[in-house]
């Protein structure tokens, strides 16, 4: 448990990372991005004029041998990156947990590097199969890592609540700068409400039905894509969070697929959306399984599947 000073209330995640890069970059610094990534949080870097650099990745999270190497030659050109941010625990949008050995390797390159770790933690509390892993932040020796949390996920995203969780100097700096002290926070109202909600024993309970409600959509989708879908497509089990990352057939573009689907009555989030070079990802799509009822998304598995097999037959009769 992290102690009060080491704890700043923020309005959700997007304002504690908006507010991160607010005290800890300079224009034109590199930060270092997990990819695939959350698309959003890469929105929130680029509102500044940031290098943004995706970390190669391995099949436990990033690459600690190629991110080592990759810091290695920024530093040969002069460049030292200031950030580093993640989303470590049932990633948006693969559902990928870093393995302990990739958490351990990334916090101690970090630590030698004097590079500040962004966890991103948003899913944590929606675990499906059994508990998440330690967070980089439990594991990692005080200043390292930046941990942000939000009651987005687990309660409502109106609320517009969430907290970081960092070495002391660092929520001081945060809890004083000029935009918190102006308000005296950020919104008092909604944080004292999330409080109360769980200081009276709610939290728990209702993050369990969530847990238990996600977890039977998740599985009928799983059931449905492997009853459905045509050869040749991939997709890891997600043991948290909110989405299934779909690996397409080969020679499938899921740019291409996106307005089929739709016009067969289903949507998804090509996956060229979540890189850094927009160039990488159209092989792959996210799917979100936890707005939906289970028949609704055995439903959006056959409608997907027939927008597939629509766009393989499209091209075999351009190919004649
Ligand atoms: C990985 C990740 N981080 C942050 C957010 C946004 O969080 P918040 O509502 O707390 O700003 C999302 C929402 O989709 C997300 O997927």
Redesign the pocket.
């Known amino acids: 448990m992290p102690d009060a000073d080491e704890t700043a209330i923020t ?5 504690a ?1 908006d507010q991160l890069v607010t005290l800890c970059t300079q224009p034109g610094d590199v930060v270092l991005v997990e990819s695939p990534t ?1 698309h ?2 890469v929105r929130i870097l680029r509102d500044r004029p940031l290098k943004l650099i995706a970390i190669p990745g391995g099949p436990g999270g990033p690459d600690p041998a190629a991110l080592s190497e990759l810091i290695a030659s920024l530093k040969r050109q002069g460049e030292r990156p200031s950030l580093l941010y993640s ?1 470590p625990t049932f ?2 949008p693969t559902g990928l947990c870093w393995s302990d050995d990739v958490r351990r390797a990334v916090v101690a390159l970090a630590e030698h590097e004097r590079i500040l770790i962004v966890e ?1 933690d ?2 944590r509390e929606l675990s499906y199969d059994g508990e998440a892993p330690p967070s980089l932040w439990h594991i990692a020796p005080s200043g390292v890592v930046a941990r ?1 949390g ?4 687990s309660l409502a ?1 109106g609320m ?1 609540v ?1 907290w970081i969780t960092a070495g002391r100097d660092l929520i001081a700096r945060i809890r004083t700068c000029g935009v918190m002290d102006s308000g005296g926070g950020p919104n008092q109202l909604a944080a004292m409400t999330v409080a109360a909600y769980c200081e009276d024993g709610a939290f728990e309970p209702q993050v369990a039905r969530f847990r238990e409600a996600y977890r039977a959509r998740r599985d009928a989708l799983m059931s449905a894509l492997a009853a459905h879908l045509p050869a040749g497509w991939q997709a890891r089990m997600p043991a948290g969070g ?1 989405f299934v990352w779909v690996r397409l057939p080969a020679g499938m573009s899921s740019e291409a697929l996106l307005p089929v689907a739709e016009a067969a009555g289903m949507s998804f989030v090509p996956g060229r959306r979540f890189f850094c070079d927009s160039r990488n990802g159209d092989d792959a799509l996210r799917l979100a399984f936890t707005l939906y009822s289970p028949a609704q998304l055995e439903t959006a598995a056959v409608r997907l599947a027939q927008a597939m097999r629509r766009c393989v037959s499209d091209a075999e009769e351009r190919s004649g």
């Open positions: 309005s959700g995640i997007s304002h990372l959350y959003l949080a989303v990633n948006n991103d948003a899913y942000l939000s009651f987005s996920k995203p517009r969430g909110f």
